[in-house]
């Protein structure tokens, strides 16, 4: 018998103690499997898919992302010493951190919904006649054919931040829908921005003479004034800043995606998610001010 046929029988042992009702045991099992590392990790995602138990299934998604936490941050090092300064970069950014909510999930079927969203977005876009019209017809699209929307419960949920939960569910906060307003315009070449209006994430249209015009994608796309805007933040005692107004960049929004991801996890009662989650924020802020 060979060391890897020994250490995979040793896997499929240790994973079948795992509901063992003795605490300690359980521990034990938990600290060895994280021990083994990556190894172990696609016998431990099997087991997570089969079983019927919600609180195996979390259990086994926690070691499973201990075992893999080494691996995912040099990961996040090299998004770190790269930087995030284009749309695409954004995207890769925020997938990549859809991985540490589920370090096995696979990517690649959400980008393919991304650009299925896109190639049909497209059609009634080329129908529309004025830069006004294009942008009406994708807002109509994503929110009203699409049905996107802001979530109606529990806001600070970290689902209602993770794009893959957003792309499946349809739901989620100003800042998670702007990010697939702005990955689908991107696609499409439509000039959308995105706005760090404290308290509510904005998106701007900016039309070939140089109009902003402020949509609201919490609220299925609607058209906000900037008056609208103005009285919203004195109402919340803030004080108003040009550059509330100004396109925001790459790196901006994804520090801010990851400050939502930190605060939902807290509010969650998963105060170790959200100190790894910081943990890794500071490691791209830090790369980021040595950039400066």
Same mark, same amino acid.
């Given at each position: @018998? ?16 795992? +509901? %063992? ?16 590392? /990556? ?27 201990? $075992? ?5 941050? /040099? ?5 770190? !010493?790269?930087?995030? #300064?284009? @749309?695409?970069?954004?995207? %890769? ?15 690649? &079927?959400?980008?393919?919904?991304? +650009?299925?969203?896109?190639? /049909?977005?497209?059609? &009634?876009?080329?129908?529309? +006649?004025?830069?006004? $019209? ?5 807002? =109509? ?11 109606? /419960?529990?806001?600070? *949920?970290?689902? *209602? ?7 499946? *569910? ?15 315009? %991107? ?6 921005? !995105?706005?760090?209006?404290?308290? *509510? ?19 299925? !796309? ?8 103005? =009285?919203?933040?004195?109402?919340? !005692? ?8 100004? $396109? ?10 990851? =400050?939502?991801?930190?605060?939902? #996890? @807290? ?14 924020? @500071?490691?791209?802020?830090?790369? #980021?001010?040595?950039?400066?």
């Amino acid at each position: @018998m060979n060391a890897q046929t020994t250490i995979q029988r040793e896997i499929s042992a240790l994973i079948r103690l795992l +509901d %063992d009702p003795e605490p300690s045991i359980r521990q034990t099992i938990t600290n060895r499997l994280i021990e083994i590392g /990556e190894a172990a990790v696609p016998q431990l995602d099997e087991h997570r898919v089969k079983t019927s138990d919600p609180s195996l299934r979390n259990q086994v998604q926690s070691i499973i992302r201990s $075992a893999t936490f080494g691996s995912y941050q /040099e990961e996040v090092a090299v998004l770190a !010493g790269q930087g995030i #300064h284009t @749309m695409e970069e954004l995207e %890769d950014a925020v997938f990549l951190f859809s991985r540490f909510q589920n370090p096995t999930l696979r990517i690649r &079927p959400f980008r393919e919904l991304l +650009d299925a969203l896109a190639h /049909e977005a497209a059609v &009634p876009i080329k129908k529309a +006649d004025t830069a006004e $019209a294009q942008m009406l017809a994708f807002t =109509r699209f994503l929110f009203v054919e699409n049905d996107f929307r802001g979530c109606t /419960e529990d806001f600070l *949920h970290p689902r *209602h931040s993770y794009l893959h939960e957003v792309l499946q *569910h349809r739901r989620g906060i100003p800042l998670s829908l702007a990010f697939v307003m702005l990955f689908l315009a %991107d696609r499409l070449k439509l000039p959308f921005y !995105g706005m760090n209006i404290p308290l *509510h994430f904005l998106v701007k249209f900016v039309t070939p003479s140089n109009q902003s015009i402020l949509v609201d994608p919490f609220n299925q !796309g609607s058209i906000i004034s900037r008056e609208q805007c103005d =009285r919203f933040l004195a109402n919340n !005692g803030i004080r108003r800043f040009p550059e509330y107004y100004e $396109a925001a960049s790459p790196y901006s929004m994804f520090t801010r995606f990851v =400050r939502n991801l930190i605060n939902g #996890h @807290m509010e969650s009662s998963e105060p170790e998610l959200a100190r790894s989650l910081q943990e890794l924020l @500071m490691l791209v802020e830090s790369a #980021h001010t040595d950039r400066q």
